[in-house]
């Protein structure tokens, strides 16, 4: 079976992950990034050392440092940068893509400049009358490129759209389920990384698994509240791109957002816990933005504002658990 190709945009560990994990299933796959140098680099070696070492590419995965050459022949395309980069690139885009081209993505996060999710993004600098889809759930980058057993969500307001990713995707190792709630989807990827910073903070001050535990469950409260304010739907934040993915990122050393919090438990300053991870923390450049976000929409979230607080300098990490901790008692609701 001849299967169209698929550029993924961005070559960090994320989009090379899923490259692999398509030319597994035979398809063609065009990895872009505009750093010609990494490019000529991951020719030479025929894998992303820098990345994800370990995993040699298949010949169906073409490299590439020209965006034109990467879209071209009107195929499918998944963006696979960091939230700080989306908007630039669907920017470099939008001159050269077909008006037929459909675009996904498989990024967590909202729009630095204005707070948008990211399909608002799209829609903005792209238009309306385009077929639009997002990538999420409990997915570490490393367990997929290894093949390791993996159940996301695929969301779209355009079901065929959905369904043609679905087959392009699924597999006995890649599992896919349907969504038709965009918003709801993009706020759980929003929100989690977040609250794995707050998880992380509590395992690294040593405050034990029931901590953990209310943290988890306290923060998935957070998260229904400012999705449910955003027109999400209730039955997302209860699954994999909700609960799932919160539970993944808030447990797993994997997570780059629980291994910067836990760095900050253990004492060390924001900028050594950065140059500890080396790679993009979602949740530190999101946490203004989600806590800005609730305020707007008149939204609880204690968790959210003690993790921006934390980063803000405004709190000690004692000061914040402190405060967390006195707050009045309430019913337990969303």
Request: hydrophobic residues 45%.
């Amino acid at each position: 079976m001849q299967h169209k190709p698929i550029a993924i945009l961005g070559a960090g560990s994320w989009g090379t992950a899923l490259a692999l994990n398509l030319a597994r299933r035979g398809h063609p796959v065009r990895l872009w990034t505009q750093e010609a140098e990494r490019i000529a680099t991951m020719r030479a070696e025929r894998a992303n050392n820098r990345y994800m070492p370990g995993y040699p590419f298949p010949d169906c995965i073409t490299l590439t440092a020209t965006l034109a050459d990467a879209i071209n022949d009107n195929c499918d395309i998944l963006v696979a940068v960091p939230s700080a980069g989306f908007r630039d690139v669907l920017s470099l885009l939008k001159p050269l893509i077909h008006p037929d081209t459909n675009v996904s993505w498989a990024t967590k996060g909202l729009d630095l400049n204005t707070g948008q999710l990211l399909h608002e993004v799209a829609k903005e600098i792209l238009g309306t009358k385009r077929q639009y889809a997002v990538l999420s759930g409990p997915s570490f980058s490393r367990e997929v490129a290894a093949g390791l057993p993996t159940a996301v969500v695929i969301a779209s307001e355009h079901p065929d759209l959905a369904n043609a990713l679905i087959l392009q995707f699924n597999s006995t190792l890649f599992r896919t389920y349907l969504s038709h709630d965009v918003t709801g989807v993009e706020v759980g990827g929003v929100v989690k990384n977040v609250l794995a910073i707050a998880a992380g903070v509590t395992d690294g001050m040593q405050l034990g698994a029931n901590a953990r535990c209310a943290l988890i469950t306290r923060g998935l409260a957070e998260m229904i509240r400012l999705g449910l304010a955003l027109g999400g739907q209730f039955e997302t934040f209860t699954g994999l791109a909700g609960l799932g993915d919160l539970i993944l990122t808030c447990t797993d050393d994997q997570s780059r957002n629980r291994r910067f919090g836990l760095a900050l438990g253990h004492g060390k300053t924001i900028k050594e816990a950065e140059a500890e991870i080396g790679q993009v923390i979602e949740g530190k450049r999101n946490a203004e933005l989600v806590v800005q976000l609730a305020q707007k929409k008149g939204v609880e979230m204690p968790i959210s504002e003690t993790v921006l607080s934390i980063l803000q300098g405004q709190s000690t990490l004692q000061e914040a658990m402190q405060n967390l901790l006195t707050r009045s008692p309430k019913n337990e609701s969303f």
